[in-house]
């Protein structure tokens, strides 16, 4: 239950994320102007914009790892260690191929 909800809140960190980058202007005006974001520097001011949107970057990305290192280490779903399908393969030798049985030719010698 609590790995759902760890894994949801993950995802949505992600694309908040996503969406604070491509919010950013970069030299070619960014794409917050593509989605009306060109708009949002006049009510913050641009440069408080510029600063809210690296903060939010630094403050999501900070979570997005932590959250990730938490879930790796306490919350993933371990039950027994089961060995993986490559090692599986490995641990089965494979059958012993037969080569397809043909009589040896003859050498007929003349005397």
Not at 55 to 61: C, G, N
Not at 91 to 108: E, F, G
């Amino acid at each position: 239950m609590s790995y759902t909800i760890f894994i949801t809140i993950e995802v949505i960190v992600s694309i908040l994320l996503v969406l604070v980058v491509l919010m950013q202007a970069s030299k070619g005006g960014g794409l917050a102007g593509s989605f009306g974001g060109a708009n949002i520097g006049t009510v913050f001011g641009v440069r408080r914009t510029s600063d809210f949107l690296s903060k939010t970057t630094t403050v999501l990305a900070t979570l997005f790892i932590l959250l990730a290192l938490f879930i790796n280490l306490t919350v993933l779903p371990r039950g027994d260690e089961k060995e993986s399908v490559i090692q599986q393969q490995n641990a089965v030798p494979p059958p012993a191929t037969q080569l397809p049985s043909q009589p040896a030719p003859t050498q007929n010698q003349p005397k």
